[in-house]
């Protein structure tokens, strides 16, 4: 394994992670704050329907850390640790992959890798089962959400892999256009086939009723649903994008390997690359 991209790759991750934690404050936060506010006036008319009716109160849960560290401290964090996890993911397959996947160049390769991490393990799993703001999703079903986007993830790409490996038998055979069409096809047919047999969950409120059916309550504002779903999109995509350039950086400093990796030699990074680092590490 070629430490220069694995730590490339963890720089490429810190750098995503602190320009995609800078987007999702701008756009992705207010949304946030607007769900919060929905949870809380749902929380409110239900203790007014319960007092109104004789019932108890619940009592008021205690929050551990304040929104406010949860929307900076608590959001930077993680954003920080996903961003390093996927840059270093990235890194792995890439160092495993240049050399092994015929005369592809080292700056093509990272723009394959980077979309196909993107698609399977992202867009794909987003589809079946999109992201919610914090204050939408039950209590009741987040173990069981988490769970099943986690297969969604790791089925979207174990089946990616094996597209890959059917592209370049097919290749031989239907040539590069068809071989590479029928595998994508293939792949598409099969993540259909999982979203069929995976269950839907529908955790969008619906508007709080009293007893004789009027309305005390609206739904949860479908146009924050959609902005927020919007906005987590884009801070993936940086992750990916740095990720990408970084890549391209790295190989600069380093000869065509032949077909192992045992290839690499250990050279100095050249300064363009060094720059390059730099730049992706900033934005």
Not at 28 to 54: F, H, L, N
Request: include cysteine.
């Amino acid at each position: 394994m070629e430490k220069h991209i694995i730590w490339r790759g963890l720089l490429a991750g810190a750098g995503a992670g602190v320009l995609a934690f800078v987007f999702a404050r701008l756009f992705a936060a207010p949304q946030t704050a607007r769900a919060i506010e929905y949870e809380d006036g749902v929380g409110a008319a239900r203790e007014a329907m319960d007092s109104a009716g004789g019932h108890a109160g619940h009592g008021e849960n205690v929050e551990l850390f304040t929104r406010t560290v949860q929307m900076n401290i608590g959001m930077g964090l993680g954003l920080l640790a996903f961003s390093v996890a996927i840059g270093a993911l990235f890194a792995v397959v890439f160092a495993v992959a240049y050399g092994r996947v015929g005369g592809v160049s080292a700056r093509l390769l990272s723009l394959y890798i980077a979309g196909g991490m993107l698609l399977s393990l992202y867009v794909v799993p987003n589809l079946k089962y999109p992201a919610n703001p914090p204050a939408l999703s039950l209590d009741q079903t987040v173990r069981e959400r988490t769970l099943l986007y986690v297969l969604m993830v790791v089925l979207s790409g174990a089946l990616l892999i094996g597209a890959v490996v059917l592209a370049r038998r097919w290749v031989t055979r239907l040539g590069a256009f068809n071989g590479v069409l029928a595998a994508a096809g293939a792949y598409a047919a099969a993540m259909a086939i999982v979203m069929f047999a995976l269950p839907t969950i529908n955790e969008t409120p619906a508007p709080l009723r009293d007893a004789t059916g009027a309305i005390v309550y609206e739904g949860f504002p479908a146009d924050v649903l959609y902005y927020f779903r919007l906005y987590a999109l884009p801070s993936t995509k940086h992750r990916h994008r740095c990720a990408t350039l970084q890549a391209r950086s790295s190989m600069r400093a380093f000869p065509p390997m032949s077909s192992t990796i045992s290839g690499f030699t250990r050279s100095a990074p050249r300064l363009s690359s060094i720059r390059r680092s730099a730049s992706c590490s900033a934005r």
